[in-house]
């Protein structure tokens, strides 16, 4: 197998062995590469191996190599992870299956208007400030119930909350915290867990893990 085969097939292993500890199905994890700073020919060869799924953070960047990459292979599924500037709304909408950076008010406008202009529906996952980090991105916690009512009225398919945790801190009990908030709100998709921690995110019940570093070795 190629290096890329082998750490695919490896990332599946680890998934799988997670599930079973867990008691889980694997079917219910979806695998995301994050192809993010990997140009095309980096990527073809997961895609070769059988990988559908992939992520991106910049939609500048997706749009320069991913058309050419899904007219070749219509079945892929492309997720934006990154953060989303609102008036960037309408390309993204145009671009993506997925979206995992819904966080507030002025974006959740923007990408309703986008799709009805589109008539196109993108499920979202609402991005949860889950270690409370001015730094970063997501809805502040106390302002969660809120917010997810307000996604609610409007036709935006609600996909699942998404979180990032705080750098160089164990991320379990920040998995479990958004794992309780997705309970708590009626909610089932858990997008959590990277290269680092992918296993223990499936152990507490990711829906999609996002990993790059090891199905990409470096960068992304």
Known sequence: MTNAATRLAEVHANIARACKQARREVSDVTLIAVSKTHDAPAIQPLI?????VFGENRVQEAQGKWPALREAHPDIELHLIGQLQSNKAEEA???FDY????????LLTALAKA???AGRLVPCFVQVNIGDEAQKGGCP???LPAFLAAVRTTPIPLAGLM??????????????????LAADHGVTGLSMGMSGDYETAVMLGASHVRVGTALFGSRG
């Open 48 to 52: 070769d191996a059988g990988q559908r």
């Open 93 to 95: 909408v145009a671009l």
């Open 99 to 106: 979206i995992h950076g819904l966080d507030r008010p002025s």
């Open 115 to 117: 799709m009805d202009k």
């Open 141 to 143: 916690i106390a302002e």
């Open 163 to 180: 979180c990032i945790p705080p750098a160089d801190t164990e991320a379990a009990p920040f998995f479990a915290f958004l794992a309780k």
